[in-house]
């Protein structure tokens, strides 16, 4: 089986800054796109930032020059650094992938738990 942990989140101040984590693990062919995605209490989940495995990026006009997405694809892990937080940043929030799984044969999309990220003063 495959798994997405996440790690990093927790309280900040606004404007301060948070770097998360996931580590991707299991049965793992290869991994095509890679993203983040958020939900707030009463909202529906949304796409943060994803990035592919050419490095093609793409955001959330929301978080655009605060956040910024990375990866290391020999160590399968996606980062999701983030800058100038505000308060409505804070989400749970959550790594997802495209897996190719060597046990199913076929791409899969996994998710992590989640990381509560909260901004407040």
């Known amino acids: 089986q495959v798994q997405l942990v996440e790690s990093g989140g927790g309280l900040v101040q606004p404007g301060g800054s948070l770097r998360l984590s996931c580590a991707a693990s299991?049965?793992?062919?290869?991994?095509?796109?890679m993203g983040w995605y958020r939900q707030a209490p009463g909202k529906e989940r949304e796409l943060v930032a994803s990035?592919?495995?050419?490095?093609?990026?793409n955001y959330a006009d929301s978080v655009k020059g605060r956040f910024t997405i990375s990866r290391d694809n020999a160590k399968n892990m996606v980062y999701l650094q983030m800058n100038s937080l505000k308060p409505e940043d804070t989400a749970v929030y959550y790594c997802?992938?495209?897996?190719?799984?060597?046990?199913?044969?076929?791409?899969?999309?996994?998710w992590g738990q989640g990381t509560l990220v909260t901004v407040s003063s």
């Open positions: 990035i592919t495995s050419v490095i093609s990026t």
């Open positions: 299991g049965s793992i062919v290869s991994i095509n796109a």
């Open positions: 997802n992938a495209e897996v190719l799984d060597s046990l199913r044969r076929r791409w899969l999309e996994v």
